[in-house]
């Protein structure tokens, strides 16, 4: 029998780009994505600097801080790709340009994205200053996203990565010209398997660390008692939108995001009909201190025809214009196709070819061309 082909290394397979060599601080979080990051551009020939961000105090000894071990991994990173690793602390950043937006938008009862904050307020602003002050030329992540300069307009433009189960330039749609003038996706045209692959032939100690899915910065922790922390909350009905009937007792509003199934104590069953199908947030009223919900996925209470957003952010400085657009309104959503309108007081509304799941406000709704992000805003 013939023996299997091997594929070639990757490290092999690499090419590298004739680039005048920069002073390039890479955002090292302790994972693998950053780790490969900083590696590209080191081999590039690239002078490279990693920087660790903390961006959380308090409770640094609790179970779900998972800061001391990232930096003992991007330690370590750093040290197999040969480069300085610096220890900055941004957490009265944090505290005061991404944490208190975070809860002053739960205690309003709306669901924030604080990974689109962080990025536009922490890692592309105060890191960013940070770098500049170092000397760099440039910054660069370990987002799975790409960036170009157009070449008629002079614009820089924010594109999707190609790996599409991995792109995160829904995180990134607040970025602007000067931001991305400075930054660097090195992992823009990689796949995620081969991320980690490259990681294992480089030697990378973090190669088989997992990503991380908590909090940006806070890290994976029980989200409902760590909000209790800090938000006041008053416990109230669960109200059957159908019928009007109080079906159960929630334990305060902030805790609740629209389309949520599970923590309800109100019963349901998996794959179910009638009387037993699932329950799901559907609305907050915040007037009366109630909670609505409804039985079943596909109830219309949980389909939006339309949204309105705020707080606009466009990647090019200015709004495109009214027409026909994709757009996400929340992160690993499909492209849904939509129509742009703007409406006062900076506003803009999108209205959508087929009616969109739980639509919740405080999350982005964010805006595409094919590949091209557009930016967003804030859902009303």
Sequence with gaps: MPHPR???????????????PQHIVVGMSGGVDSAVTAWLLHRAGHKVTGIFM???????DDEHCSSRQDFIDAAAAADVIGIELEHVNFAADYRERVFAQFLHEYQAGRTPNPDVLCNAEIKFKAFLDHAMQLGAEKIATGHYARVRQNSESGLFELLKGVDSGKDQSYFLHRLTQAQLARSLFPLGDMHKRDVRRLAEEIGLPNARKKDSTGICFIGERPFREFLARYLHTQPGPIVDADSGREIGRHVGLSFYTLGQRQGLGIGGLKGA???????????????SNTLYAVQGHDHPWLRSPALH???????????PAPGHYNAKTRYRQSDAVCTLTAE??????????????????????????????LGGGVIL
């Design 6 to 20: 091997r594929r070639a290394p990757i490290i092999r397979r690499m090419t590298q780009k004739h680039t005048k």
């Design 54 to 60: 903390k961006n959380w105090e308090g409770d640094d």
């Design 344 to 373: 006062e007081d900076g506003r803009f509304a999108l209205h959508f070819n087929e009616p969109q799941w739980a639509v919740t406000p405080g999350q982005s709704a964010v805006l595409y061309d094919g590949d091209l992000c």
């Design 273 to 287: 009909g009638g009387d037993h199908a699932p329950w799901f947030v559907a609305r907050k009223d915040m007037a």
């Design 309 to 319: 957003f705020a707080d606009a952010a466009w990647i090019a400085g200015n709004a």
